[in-house]
DNA sequence: CTGAAAGCGCTTACAG
DNA sequence: CTGAAAGCGCTTACAG
């Protein structure tokens, strides 16, 4: 309501004198910054964001290109963790949010890319066309590409934070393989979920070739508790004892085969261990607490936003990429 | 980049022209409209929000005021659903978010009533100076109260969307007392959290008092699975089976209070039967399921943000208050 | 049906 | 140190 006019009323200067003190400028005299800061604060006045956009060409809104289901994640609590820590983050520096909700068939990243509409973009989704990726690079828009890596396209010419999901497949089995565990399992996403899953599998073989074992069995389930349970639970290795570590590829599911090796009568961690990925708080609330790999939740947010504001500020500095290594979280379900 | 002009010069009309065709305008010849849009798209343009914005004094935004500690929530899961699936609503709808951590003292929500920044106003806080309330009536500044009701000042003249948290007290407690439970104790939250929980207590002892029985207890406790845990572990009352039955005000607290009451040797629901607070989803991972009084989020998110469209539609439409019931999810922890 | 003009509220180069 | 003026990119009343 209040403008910088009726201010500059108010204190008897011109309205040009006003924007300045109010924006510390170090060409007003020090006494009247004071008072019109004074008389701006009893007024409560809050600047015109649109004005000062339409004028700097700066948006102070950052858009967030996230998957769908954000909003009704369930068995996806590592995803509302990232964003909402990332809306966190993003708001403590001042800016707004837009979010889109990807689908790689539309135009809206390059409409957003070329237009003065975001200061930048943080995209959180599977894929991109390398086409519009193009518009992107060219449209000198800040971006990065957080824990998704893009595979639609073949150069690495791009700014991205991701974990590094095969380290951490790899660092699950290896705790099982050194803790003698040699009959070995993982208990994966079903195809085309998403890649890094794929990830994780990889490192899991590595591992085990590294020991020169083979791989006792890869099962793939939907993401749910539910299905994991059904799937664990009519498994044939389990119940005939041919396994006796599992690797599963998130808390939720791991948390789900244990309960479904409870109700085999298969005791965790003496019959068969088990080992998750995510370090989801619920994971140390019950017996056996369950060993995980944990994501880098605060890490991803942490490296990605500050790349985009060192983008958004250095117009342009060239493409990075930055690999997060995940840690494990011993407790004792191996 | 593209802006209106440079549409204008490429279709040969002037920039009027292309705004009108753009915005749907009936004055415009439909040859003429077509020919534009098909030349916009081809540009990628994307308006410009802050020239638009600053012209027609609305922001397409709304400030979310919620409390400081999402975005690392733990033991509030019910948060991150509400404050996720707002977000949801309120993008779907096309608005950009401002999110501001509440916090009572300074003088945030004022400013922005009084500012163009936004075009509306969902609070999601405890309370506000009743000083700030008047400021914001005043501006008429589209807003709603959701989930808190504030207290410090005494009116009912706002507008508000909130649960029954009496009644959910009522019907957790009921349900026990229908199931033949008779000496009941309920697990809450420390003084001062929030008085929904005293809500809830109430609802608890009006159950009692119907049936012309007496509370066997109140527990407080920190939100923590753990801190529930320790308290129900240590709790006499419940070591000597002095209890049949137990309110835990949270999904969380009542998962622990199980966990607890089975690392004593008492069984659930057979000794103690106990009920939660929030439907949480992993209340029905495990054994025994856990009977719970759903927090209605959908509801809430769904009359709030209806409530706050419908007050900016209509400017400044009389205050209404909407109070949603909850409603009982039985499994088998009663 | 279309165009020229005014104005939304700021910031900042220019002049003093 | 301060002010007058221009301009950011739109929308829309006014004129034709």
Redesign the interface.
């Known amino acids: 309501?209040?403008t910088i006019k009726e201010i500059a009323k108010a204190a008897g200067v011109s309205h040009s004198t006003v924007s300045r003190a109010l924006n510390h400028s170090p060409l007003i005299k020090e006494a009247t910054r004071k008072r019109v800061q004074a008389i701006a604060?009893e007024m409560?006045?809050?600047?015109?964001?649109?004005?000062r956009?339409?004028n700097q060409s700066i948006?102070n809104?950052i858009g967030l290109v996230i998957p769908e289901f954000?909003?009704?994640?369930?068995s996806e609590l590592f995803f509302?963790?990232l964003?909402?820590?990332l809306?966190?983050?993003l708001?403590l520096q001042g800016f707004?949010?837009?979010?889109?909700?990807g689908g790689i068939e539309d135009?809206r990243v390059?409409?957003?890319a070329?237009?003065?509409?975001v200061d930048g973009l943080i995209l959180i989704q599977k894929d991109l066309p390398e086409e519009d990726f193009l518009?992107l690079k060219e449209?000198r828009m800040p971006y990065v590409f957080l824990h998704y890596e893009p595979e639609l396209f073949s150069t690495k010419d791009m700014n991205l934070v991701k974990t590094d999901h095969q380290y951490g497949g790899w660092l699950a089995t290896s705790h099982l393989l050194t803790n003698g565990r040699r009959k070995l399992m993982t208990l994966t996403a079903l195809d085309g979920i998403s890649v890094e899953y794929q990830e994780r599998t990889s490192g899991f073989l590595k591992a085990l070739s590294e020991y020169r074992e083979e791989q006792s069995g890869v099962i793939k389930t939907r993401l749910t508790?539910e299905d994991a349970y059904q799937k664990v639970f009519s498994s044939r290795k389990i119940q005939d004892g041919q396994i006796n570590g599992l690797f599963a590829q998130t808390d939720i599911i791991a948390?789900?085969s244990i309960?479904a090796m409870k109700d085999l009568g298969i005791r965790v961690p003496e019959d068969i261990s088990v080992i998750g990925y995510d370090n989801l708080?619920?994971g140390?609330?019950?017996?056996p607490y369950l060993t995980t790999v944990e994501q880098p939740v605060d890490a991803l947010v942490a490296k990605g936003s500050d790349l985009l504001m060192r983008q958004i500020k250095e117009q342009g500095i060239f493409p990075e990429q930055q690999l997060i290594q995940p840690k494990l979280i011993v407790r004792s379900s191996v």
């Open positions: 309501m209040a604060a409560d006045f809050e600047v015109n964001q649109a004005a956009s339409l948006s809104t954000f909003g009704d994640m369930k509302a963790s964003i909402g820590k809306i966190h983050t708001q707004l949010i837009k979010i889109e909700y135009q390059r409409r957003l070329r237009s003065k509409n518009v449209s508790f948390l789900a309960e708080e619920i140390s609330y019950f017996k």
